[in-house]
């Protein structure tokens, strides 16, 4: 099972607490689209979209790229998914390192108590 | 019984991993210096790794160098730095310099009751040096590791 950091996960929840943004995510899922798009899809102004792209952004949901004066926005989940799985790989090693730092501590305690 | 081991990023730069080892500070910090003792259980064996070398002066300024081999790889990993800080038993700090962009590894002992949480911080130079680890699988980089993260991935794709 995947084990999202908790504060990667709430960021994630934050973002995703709100329509219009669960709306650009469920846009964006069909293709990418710049700022501007976004905005006029959404009936909002410019700057209320760059806000809601940011929360979206610092989540890792969504990347951006600023091309010219268009910036345009993409689903990052990809992203999230790869850390997400590379920090369980990551939790899997320390694990296994840890239940065999386990034994050698168990051994040493033996002995210690042995040579008392 | 065992406590989990606890894996989180918790900040643009830093990694940390904890545990808590059955055991008192100055055994758990005794297997964490100790090179013949490391060699036990740094590279675990379900993972396919063995250790063809390890050199540890635990003292502060003092310098490591742990090589491993993995059936699966024609060429030994080598890792090695240096120690910032040992301070027995509840501390030590290294460098990982086997990576121009490599973190420094903290690790502290709190004894409670007989048992020792155990939390390691990585910390890298910059975010760009922790995605870039993240993205190449660098930390702990063994075979088994892509291929668990190949399977993770390849769920993540399915669902």
Avoid at chain 1, 20 to 40: Q, Y
Avoid at chain 2, 94 to 102: L, Y
């Amino acid at each position: 099972m995947v084990q999202y950091s908790t504060s990667r996960l709430d960021a994630s929840f934050a973002a995703l607490s709100d329509a219009t943004r669960r709306g650009v995510l469920e846009r964006l899922g069909r293709s990418e689209a710049s700022i501007s798009e976004l905005a006029d899809r959404f009936h909002m102004t410019l700057t209320g979209m760059k806000k809601h792209v940011g929360v979206l952004e610092q989540a890792g949901l969504v990347t951006t790229e600023k091309v010219g004066r268009v910036r345009t926005c993409r689903l990052g989940l990809r992203r999230l998914e790869e850390e997400a799985a590379w920090i369980e790989a990551h939790r899997r090693l320390w694990d296994a390192r840890f239940d065999a730092l386990d034994q050698v501590v168990d051994e040493l305690k033996l002995k210690e108590k042995a040579d008392d | 019984m065992t406590s989990p081991t606890t894996v989180e990023r918790t900040s643009d730069r830093e990694l940390v991993a904890t545990r808590t080892v059955n055991g008192p500070a100055h055994l758990v910090f005794e297997a964490w210096t100790r090179p013949e003792l490391m060699m036990r259980w740094w590279a675990p064996k379900s993972f396919g790794i063995t250790f063809l070398s390890c050199d540890i002066d635990a003292r502060t300024g003092g310098s490591y160098r742990m090589v491993f081999g993995h059936p699966a790889s024609d060429q030994p990993m080598t890792f090695f730095g240096r120690y910032i800080e040992v301070t027995p038993p509840s501390r030590l700090v290294w460098t990982n310099e086997e990576d121009a962009d490599g973190a420094v590894t903290t690790v502290t002992f709190e004894e409670t009751d007989g048992q020792t949480r155990v939390v390691v911080r990585d910390l890298y130079p910059s975010k760009q040096a922790l995605d870039a680890a993240i993205a190449s699988g660098s930390t702990g980089a063994w075979p088994e590791q892509f291929e668990a993260l190949d399977d993770l991935l390849g769920d993540l794709d399915a669902g």
